[in-house]
Nanobody
């Protein structure tokens, strides 16, 4: 019954920034670790970033370290992905997901949003 809804995607030129949001709708027994994943055309879905249930820990794919920041505001039921210095290779559908345990493995996540498109032009 819990639903994740992503927003904030769009078209941006290389070097620009976007902030994605993931809102958790519905009741839950508690907050879980959250992650962001992305899938580019013709490629497999890949891990981008993860944050622990209380925001105390985070991890990133090597390709986005130093450029992307994951955060959460549990009082607003929202997880964010701040994306700076965007590159054309960042073009993908970005998905928000929750997991029972902190993980960077797609298989560890059991609830997914529908995704939001990010397109970075060269």
């Amino acid at each position: 019954q819990v639903q994740l809804v992503e927003s904030g995607g769009g078209l941006v030129q290389a070097g620009g920034s976007l902030r994605l949001s993931c809102v958790v709708l519905g009741r839950t027994f508690g907050w879980y670790p959250m992650g962001w994943f992305r899938q580019a055309p013709g490629k497999e879905r890949e891990f981008v970033a993860a944050v622990s249930w209380n925001g105390g820990s985070s991890s990133y794919a090597d390709s986005v370290k130093g450029r992307f920041t994951i955060s959460r505001d549990n009082s607003m039921n929202t997880v964010y992905l701040q994306m700076n210095s965007l590159k054309p290779d960042d073009t993908a559908v970005y998905y928000c997901a929750s997991a029972p345990r902190y993980s960077d493995d797609e298989g560890g996540y059991n609830t997914w949003g529908q995704g939001t498109q990010v397109t970075v032009s060269s």
